[in-house]
């Protein structure tokens, strides 16, 4: 069977269409994954892990792969990369595109 003569030919961009993923319930793996999470409190840090977070910020430099622990939005996330920028005035580090203030920093 050949192509009809009376349709008009399809662009590219409508073609793909067809084969784009399709969610007849659009935003319902979003709502699932926000009710599956558990909302925690900040742990308080002692003076000593203060004292030794402190400590590795001041070793830390721009470049260095580090793994990093830190409370955002009632949780706690873990994330590993390359740090792009340190600013001690400002008080945050940036691992990759992430900015991570420092009191919100639990563990490195």
Do not use: C, W
Request: no cysteine; hydrophobic share 40%.
């Amino acid at each position: 069977m050949g192509r009809s003569a009376n349709r008009p030919k399809m662009s590219v961009k409508e073609r793909a269409k067809q084969f784009m993923p399709f969610s007849a319930l659009k935003g319902f793996e979003a709502s699932l994954r926000q009710k599956e999470r558990i909302v925690v409190p900040r742990a308080e840090l002692s003076e000593e892990q203060k004292d030794e977070l402190d400590f590795r910020l001041r070793e830390i430099e721009t470049g260095d792969m580090i793994t990093i622990i830190y409370f955002q939005a009632g949780e706690y996330i873990k994330k590993t990369g390359l740090v792009s920028k340190i600013d001690m005035s400002a008080r945050y580090i940036q691992v990759v595109n992430t900015k991570i203030m420092f009191e919100n920093i639990y563990h490195m």
